[in-house]
Protein backbone atom coordinates (compact mmCIF):
# COMPACT_ATOMS: atom_id res chain seq x y z
CA UNK A 1 0.00 0.00 0.00
CA UNK A 2 1.63 3.21 -1.18
CA UNK A 3 1.35 5.82 1.74
CA UNK A 4 0.32 9.12 -0.13
CA UNK A 5 -0.81 11.65 2.49
CA UNK A 6 -0.40 12.13 6.29
CA UNK A 7 -2.27 14.51 8.24
CA UNK A 8 -1.74 15.77 11.19
CA UNK A 9 -4.28 18.12 13.17
CA UNK A 10 -3.54 19.03 16.90
CA UNK A 11 -6.93 18.43 19.00
CA UNK A 12 -7.85 20.09 22.06
CA UNK A 13 -10.61 19.16 24.33
CA UNK A 14 -12.10 20.05 27.18
CA UNK A 15 -12.44 17.12 30.00
CA UNK A 16 -16.28 17.25 31.61
CA UNK A 17 -14.35 16.47 35.13
CA UNK A 18 -10.74 17.47 35.99
CA UNK A 19 -8.68 14.46 36.10
CA UNK A 20 -5.94 14.63 39.17
CA UNK A 21 -2.95 12.13 39.43
CA UNK A 22 0.41 12.27 41.71
CA UNK A 23 1.86 13.89 38.68
CA UNK A 24 -0.58 17.02 38.23
CA UNK A 25 -4.72 17.88 36.92
CA UNK A 26 -5.72 17.78 33.35
CA UNK A 27 -8.50 20.40 32.85
CA UNK A 28 -8.40 19.40 28.66
CA UNK A 29 -6.76 16.72 27.00
CA UNK A 30 -4.78 17.87 23.90
CA UNK A 31 -3.64 15.11 21.64
CA UNK A 32 -2.48 14.82 17.84
CA UNK A 33 -4.69 13.43 15.58
CA UNK A 34 -3.05 11.87 12.38
CA UNK A 35 -4.99 10.90 9.28
CA UNK A 36 -2.91 8.82 6.74
CA UNK A 37 -3.88 8.32 3.02
CA UNK A 38 -3.21 5.64 0.07
CA UNK A 39 -4.72 3.96 -2.47
CA UNK A 40 -8.09 5.70 -2.18
CA UNK A 41 -8.26 4.54 1.76
CA UNK A 42 -7.39 6.47 5.00
CA UNK A 43 -6.47 5.41 8.45
CA UNK A 44 -6.88 7.48 11.86
CA UNK A 45 -4.92 7.47 14.80
CA UNK A 46 -4.22 9.44 17.85
CA UNK A 47 -1.08 10.67 20.07
CA UNK A 48 -1.73 10.03 23.23
CA UNK A 49 1.68 12.02 24.61
CA UNK A 50 0.33 14.94 27.11
CA UNK A 51 1.50 18.83 26.67
CA UNK A 52 3.83 18.31 28.86
CA UNK A 53 6.22 15.34 29.95
CA UNK A 54 4.37 14.13 33.15
CA UNK A 55 3.73 10.52 32.40
CA UNK A 56 6.18 9.39 29.76
CA UNK A 57 9.18 12.77 28.75
CA UNK A 58 7.33 12.18 25.34
CA UNK A 59 5.05 15.66 24.81
CA UNK A 60 2.89 16.64 21.68
CA UNK A 61 5.88 18.59 20.45
CA UNK A 62 8.38 16.48 19.85
CA UNK A 63 5.94 13.93 18.88
CA UNK A 64 4.76 16.61 16.18
CA UNK A 65 8.59 16.97 15.28
CA UNK A 66 9.84 12.90 15.26
CA UNK A 67 6.80 12.78 12.89
CA UNK A 68 7.16 15.93 10.53
CA UNK A 69 11.23 15.43 10.29
CA UNK A 70 11.98 11.54 11.07
CA UNK A 71 8.19 9.53 10.28
CA UNK A 72 6.52 10.94 7.65
CA UNK A 73 9.60 11.32 5.10
CA UNK A 74 10.06 7.54 6.14
CA UNK A 75 6.86 6.34 4.70
CA UNK A 76 5.54 9.09 2.58
CA UNK A 77 5.79 7.95 -1.04
CA UNK A 78 6.49 4.28 -0.08
CA UNK A 79 4.96 0.96 0.16
CA UNK A 80 4.01 -0.11 3.41
CA UNK A 81 2.47 -3.41 3.78
CA UNK A 82 1.84 -3.10 7.55
CA UNK A 83 3.36 -2.70 11.03
CA UNK A 84 5.82 -4.81 10.39
CA UNK A 85 7.43 -2.90 7.61
CA UNK A 86 7.09 0.50 9.41
CA UNK A 87 8.95 -1.02 11.83
CA UNK A 88 11.77 -1.77 9.30
CA UNK A 89 11.63 1.89 7.57
CA UNK A 90 11.57 3.49 11.39
CA UNK A 91 14.34 1.09 12.55
CA UNK A 92 16.73 4.34 13.14
CA UNK A 93 14.73 5.88 15.60
CA UNK A 94 14.96 5.83 18.91
CA UNK A 95 12.23 6.03 21.63
CA UNK A 96 9.50 8.25 20.74
CA UNK A 97 7.06 5.88 20.97
CA UNK A 98 4.43 7.60 21.18
CA UNK A 99 4.93 9.38 18.18
CA UNK A 100 5.08 6.21 15.92
CA UNK A 101 2.66 4.69 17.57
CA UNK A 102 -0.15 7.28 16.54
CA UNK A 103 0.91 6.67 12.82
CA UNK A 104 1.07 2.75 13.10
CA UNK A 105 -2.86 3.20 14.79
CA UNK A 106 -3.55 5.30 11.58
CA UNK A 107 -1.71 2.35 9.28
CA UNK A 108 -3.83 -0.74 11.04
CA UNK A 109 -6.52 0.87 10.72
CA UNK A 110 -6.13 2.46 6.69
CA UNK A 111 -4.87 -1.76 6.21
CA UNK A 112 -8.34 -3.06 7.99
CA UNK A 113 -10.78 -0.48 6.06
CA UNK A 114 -8.66 -1.43 3.10
CA UNK A 115 -9.18 -5.28 3.40
CA UNK A 116 -12.81 -4.57 4.83
CA UNK A 117 -12.14 -6.23 7.98
CA UNK A 118 -12.40 -5.02 11.46
CA UNK A 119 -8.69 -4.43 13.69
CA UNK A 120 -9.93 -7.18 16.01
CA UNK A 121 -10.42 -9.63 13.58
CA UNK A 122 -6.77 -8.59 11.73
CA UNK A 123 -4.99 -8.74 15.43
CA UNK A 124 -6.36 -12.01 15.92
CA UNK A 125 -8.46 -11.00 18.16
CA UNK A 126 -10.98 -13.71 19.83
CA UNK A 127 -13.27 -12.33 22.36
CA UNK A 128 -16.53 -10.20 21.12
CA UNK A 129 -16.75 -8.30 24.34
CA UNK A 130 -13.90 -6.64 27.08
CA UNK A 131 -14.76 -6.21 30.85
CA UNK A 132 -14.86 -2.42 31.58
CA UNK A 133 -13.02 -0.76 34.61
CA UNK A 134 -12.97 3.35 35.38
CA UNK A 135 -10.16 4.94 36.77
CA UNK A 136 -10.95 7.29 39.37
CA UNK A 137 -8.52 11.02 39.81
CA UNK A 138 -7.94 11.53 43.68
CA UNK A 139 -10.40 13.26 45.11
CA UNK A 140 -10.78 16.55 48.00
CA UNK A 141 -11.40 13.78 51.24
CA UNK A 142 -12.58 10.19 51.35
CA UNK A 143 -15.93 10.81 51.38
CA UNK A 144 -15.83 12.92 48.34
CA UNK A 145 -14.56 9.26 46.74
CA UNK A 146 -16.60 7.35 48.23
CA UNK A 147 -19.44 9.17 46.09
CA UNK A 148 -18.06 9.14 42.39
CA UNK A 149 -16.98 5.12 43.60
CA UNK A 150 -20.57 4.31 44.36
CA UNK A 151 -22.11 5.82 41.03
CA UNK A 152 -19.30 3.97 39.11
CA UNK A 153 -20.28 0.81 40.80
CA UNK A 154 -23.99 1.44 40.07
CA UNK A 155 -23.09 2.35 36.53
CA UNK A 156 -21.77 -1.67 36.29
CA UNK A 157 -18.21 -1.04 36.10
CA UNK A 158 -16.43 -4.25 37.10
CA UNK A 159 -13.20 -3.07 38.61
CA UNK A 160 -12.64 0.33 39.81
CA UNK A 161 -9.00 1.88 40.15
CA UNK A 162 -8.37 4.59 42.62
CA UNK A 163 -5.27 7.14 42.09
CA UNK A 164 -3.32 7.73 45.31
CA UNK A 165 -0.51 9.64 46.26
CA UNK A 166 1.73 10.35 49.70
CA UNK A 167 -1.02 11.84 51.79
CA UNK A 168 -3.87 10.77 49.40
CA UNK A 169 -3.67 6.96 50.06
CA UNK A 170 -4.71 4.68 53.44
CA UNK A 171 -7.81 7.10 54.36
CA UNK A 172 -9.17 6.99 51.13
CA UNK A 173 -8.30 3.52 49.98
CA UNK A 174 -10.04 2.02 53.59
CA UNK A 175 -13.23 4.95 53.33
CA UNK A 176 -13.82 3.50 50.41
CA UNK A 177 -13.37 -0.44 51.12
CA UNK A 178 -15.40 -0.30 53.88
CA UNK A 179 -18.30 1.28 51.93
CA UNK A 180 -17.77 -1.71 48.81
CA UNK A 181 -15.97 -4.78 50.74
CA UNK A 182 -16.68 -6.74 47.24
CA UNK A 183 -15.80 -4.92 44.74
CA UNK A 184 -12.56 -5.35 42.30
CA UNK A 185 -10.61 -2.08 43.65
CA UNK A 186 -6.82 -1.25 42.87
CA UNK A 187 -4.56 1.70 43.35
CA UNK A 188 -2.41 3.78 41.16
CA UNK A 189 0.52 5.69 42.15
CA UNK A 190 1.95 6.94 38.82
CA UNK A 191 5.73 6.90 40.44
CA UNK A 192 4.91 8.55 43.38
CA UNK A 193 7.01 6.49 46.15
CA UNK A 194 9.61 5.54 46.67
CA UNK A 195 11.47 1.61 48.18
CA UNK A 196 11.75 4.19 51.61
CA UNK A 197 7.79 3.74 51.57
CA UNK A 198 7.61 -0.01 51.81
CA UNK A 199 6.03 -0.05 55.64
CA UNK A 200 3.70 2.08 54.31
CA UNK A 201 3.11 0.69 50.89
CA UNK A 202 2.51 -2.84 53.00
CA UNK A 203 -0.01 -1.44 54.75
CA UNK A 204 -2.48 -1.82 51.58
CA UNK A 205 -2.21 -5.42 52.01
CA UNK A 206 -5.30 -4.75 54.44
CA UNK A 207 -7.82 -3.77 51.59
CA UNK A 208 -7.85 -7.00 49.23
CA UNK A 209 -6.42 -5.13 46.16
CA UNK A 210 -6.60 -6.30 43.35
CA UNK A 211 -3.41 -4.31 42.33
CA UNK A 212 -1.25 -1.55 43.08
CA UNK A 213 -0.03 0.11 39.82
CA UNK A 214 3.41 1.73 39.15
CA UNK A 215 4.10 2.42 42.64
CA UNK A 216 8.00 3.23 42.42
CA UNK A 217 10.07 5.24 39.76
CA UNK A 218 9.11 5.07 36.01
CA UNK A 219 11.97 3.41 34.78
CA UNK A 220 12.42 0.93 37.40
CA UNK A 221 12.32 -2.31 37.57
CA UNK A 222 15.04 -3.57 40.40
CA UNK A 223 13.33 -1.57 43.17
CA UNK A 224 9.73 -2.87 42.57
CA UNK A 225 10.92 -6.36 42.28
CA UNK A 226 12.38 -5.92 46.04
CA UNK A 227 9.28 -4.39 46.80
CA UNK A 228 6.96 -7.15 45.11
CA UNK A 229 8.81 -9.59 47.54
CA UNK A 230 7.28 -7.41 50.44
CA UNK A 231 3.48 -7.57 49.05
CA UNK A 232 0.88 -9.74 49.28
CA UNK A 233 -0.94 -7.49 46.63
CA UNK A 234 0.33 -7.58 43.35
CA UNK A 235 2.17 -5.21 41.45
CA UNK A 236 1.38 -3.92 37.97
CA UNK A 237 3.73 -2.17 35.85
CA UNK A 238 2.62 1.03 33.55
CA UNK A 239 5.18 3.27 32.85
CA UNK A 240 7.75 0.89 33.29
CA UNK A 241 7.59 -1.55 30.43
CA UNK A 242 7.92 0.51 27.41
CA UNK A 243 9.56 -2.37 25.06
CA UNK A 244 9.10 -6.18 25.03
CA UNK A 245 12.51 -6.43 26.34
CA UNK A 246 11.33 -4.46 29.23
CA UNK A 247 8.42 -6.67 29.90
CA UNK A 248 10.77 -10.07 29.74
CA UNK A 249 13.21 -8.42 32.16
CA UNK A 250 10.64 -7.06 34.78
CA UNK A 251 8.92 -10.63 34.42
CA UNK A 252 12.46 -12.53 34.90
CA UNK A 253 13.14 -10.24 37.57
CA UNK A 254 9.63 -10.66 39.45
CA UNK A 255 9.03 -7.27 39.34
CA UNK A 256 5.27 -7.33 38.99
CA UNK A 257 2.68 -9.86 38.52
CA UNK A 258 0.81 -8.11 36.62
CA UNK A 259 1.23 -5.40 33.54
CA UNK A 260 -0.83 -2.99 31.98
CA UNK A 261 -0.52 -2.50 27.86
CA UNK A 262 -0.94 0.66 26.71
CA UNK A 263 -0.80 1.17 22.86
CA UNK A 264 0.94 4.47 22.65
CA UNK A 265 3.91 3.80 25.76
CA UNK A 266 4.95 0.78 23.48
CA UNK A 267 4.94 1.98 20.45
CA UNK A 268 2.00 0.56 18.76
CA UNK A 269 -0.26 -2.49 18.29
CA UNK A 270 2.81 -4.72 17.09
CA UNK A 271 4.97 -4.54 20.34
CA UNK A 272 1.73 -4.39 22.52
CA UNK A 273 0.92 -8.26 20.94
CA UNK A 274 4.34 -9.30 21.29
CA UNK A 275 3.74 -7.73 24.95
CA UNK A 276 0.63 -9.91 25.39
CA UNK A 277 2.50 -12.91 24.16
CA UNK A 278 5.65 -12.93 26.05
CA UNK A 279 3.06 -12.15 28.86
CA UNK A 280 0.61 -14.78 28.06
CA UNK A 281 3.53 -17.62 27.74
CA UNK A 282 4.84 -16.60 31.16
CA UNK A 283 1.60 -16.61 33.00
CA UNK A 284 1.17 -12.85 33.64
CA UNK A 285 -2.30 -11.44 33.07
CA UNK A 286 -2.55 -8.29 31.06
CA UNK A 287 -5.28 -5.41 30.61
CA UNK A 288 -5.44 -2.66 28.59
CA UNK A 289 -4.31 1.07 30.11
CA UNK A 290 -6.32 4.38 29.03
CA UNK A 291 -4.97 7.80 27.84
CA UNK A 292 -8.12 9.64 28.23
CA UNK A 293 -8.79 9.25 24.25
CA UNK A 294 -10.87 10.06 22.26
CA UNK A 295 -13.08 7.50 20.26
CA UNK A 296 -10.35 7.12 17.98
CA UNK A 297 -7.76 6.09 20.51
CA UNK A 298 -10.31 4.80 22.53
CA UNK A 299 -11.93 2.54 19.55
CA UNK A 300 -8.43 1.09 18.82
CA UNK A 301 -8.03 0.02 22.73
CA UNK A 302 -11.45 -2.14 22.28
CA UNK A 303 -9.81 -3.75 19.62
CA UNK A 304 -6.61 -4.74 21.38
CA UNK A 305 -8.74 -5.73 24.16
CA UNK A 306 -10.29 -8.68 22.10
CA UNK A 307 -6.50 -10.73 22.19
CA UNK A 308 -6.88 -14.03 24.59
CA UNK A 309 -4.57 -12.72 27.50
CA UNK A 310 -6.19 -9.33 28.04
CA UNK A 311 -8.23 -11.24 30.99
CA UNK A 312 -8.45 -8.13 33.62
CA UNK A 313 -11.03 -5.45 33.41
CA UNK A 314 -9.08 -2.61 31.01
CA UNK A 315 -9.07 1.41 31.74
CA UNK A 316 -12.17 1.74 28.54
CA UNK A 317 -14.51 3.98 29.77
CA UNK A 318 -17.70 4.87 28.72
CA UNK A 319 -17.31 7.70 25.96
CA UNK A 320 -19.81 10.11 27.58
CA UNK A 321 -17.25 9.86 30.89
CA UNK A 322 -14.77 12.22 29.10
CA UNK A 323 -15.92 14.87 26.45
CA UNK A 324 -19.41 16.82 26.15
CA UNK A 325 -18.75 16.08 22.27
CA UNK A 326 -16.21 13.74 20.63
CA UNK A 327 -14.56 13.49 17.43
CA UNK A 328 -16.09 9.85 16.17
CA UNK A 329 -18.59 7.76 16.76
CA UNK A 330 -20.65 5.89 17.49
CA UNK A 331 -19.89 6.30 20.62
CA UNK A 332 -18.80 3.55 23.44
CA UNK A 333 -21.41 2.58 26.20
CA UNK A 334 -20.98 0.31 29.28
CA UNK A 335 -23.63 -2.53 28.79
CA UNK A 336 -25.71 -3.71 31.48
CA UNK A 337 -23.11 -6.50 32.81
CA UNK A 338 -20.03 -4.04 32.64
CA UNK A 339 -18.37 -4.90 29.25
CA UNK A 340 -17.36 -2.83 25.94
CA UNK A 341 -18.66 -4.80 22.24
CA UNK A 342 -15.92 -5.25 20.57
CA UNK A 343 -16.91 -3.61 17.07
CA UNK A 344 -16.81 -5.81 13.97
CA UNK A 345 -17.32 -2.90 11.52
CA UNK A 346 -14.24 -1.96 9.14
CA UNK A 347 -11.11 -0.58 10.88
CA UNK A 348 -10.91 0.28 14.26
CA UNK A 349 -14.84 0.62 14.35
CA UNK A 350 -15.30 4.09 14.40
CA UNK A 351 -15.64 6.77 11.93
CA UNK A 352 -14.66 10.54 12.39
CA UNK A 353 -17.74 13.24 12.76
CA UNK A 354 -15.63 15.86 10.61
CA UNK A 355 -17.66 18.90 11.70
CA UNK A 356 -16.87 18.13 15.53
CA UNK A 357 -13.01 17.44 14.66
CA UNK A 358 -12.87 21.05 13.11
CA UNK A 359 -14.36 22.38 16.44
CA UNK A 360 -11.96 21.46 18.37
CA UNK A 361 -8.40 21.47 15.80
CA UNK A 362 -6.51 24.18 16.65
CA UNK A 363 -3.98 23.64 13.78
CA UNK A 364 -3.70 21.02 10.69
CA UNK A 365 -1.06 20.13 8.19
CA UNK A 366 -0.86 18.01 5.40
CA UNK A 367 2.77 16.55 4.34
CA UNK A 368 3.00 14.49 1.09
CA UNK A 369 5.86 13.01 -0.88
CA UNK A 370 5.88 16.44 -2.17
CA UNK A 371 6.33 18.20 0.94
CA UNK A 372 9.03 16.15 3.21
O1 LIG B 1 -1.58 5.83 34.76
O2 LIG B 1 -3.13 4.76 33.83
C1 LIG B 1 -2.56 5.84 34.05
C2 LIG B 1 -4.52 8.72 32.43
C3 LIG B 1 -3.48 9.51 31.96
C4 LIG B 1 -2.18 9.12 32.22
C5 LIG B 1 -1.92 7.94 32.93
C6 LIG B 1 -2.96 7.14 33.38
C7 LIG B 1 -4.28 7.55 33.15
C8 LIG B 1 -5.44 6.83 33.65
C9 LIG B 1 -6.76 7.10 32.95
O3 LIG B 1 -5.43 6.12 34.61
C10 LIG B 1 -7.28 5.94 32.19
C11 LIG B 1 -8.41 6.34 31.27
O4 LIG B 1 -9.54 6.38 31.73
O5 LIG B 1 -8.16 6.61 30.08
MG1 LIG C 1 -1.19 3.82 35.35
Not at 230 to 248: F, G
Request: a negative charge.
Amino acid sequence: MRIEELDVRYVSMPLITPFTTSFGTEVTRPCLIIRLAGEGAEGWGECVAGDGPWYSYETLDTAWSVIKSFIAPAILGKDVSGAADLWRLLARIRGHRMAIAAVEQALWDLQARAAGKSLANVLGGTSGETPSGVSLGIKENPAALVEVVATHVEQGYKRIKLKIAPGRDLPFVAAVRERFPDILLSVDANSAYTLADTKHLRELDAFNLLMIEQPLGEEDIVDHATLQRDLKTAICLDEAICTPDDARNAIALGSCRIINIKPGRVGGLLRSMKIHDICQAAGIPVWCGGMLETNIGRATNVCLTSLPNITLPSDITASARYFHEDIAGPSFVLSKNGTMAVRTTPGIGVEVDHAALARVTKWQETLTPATV
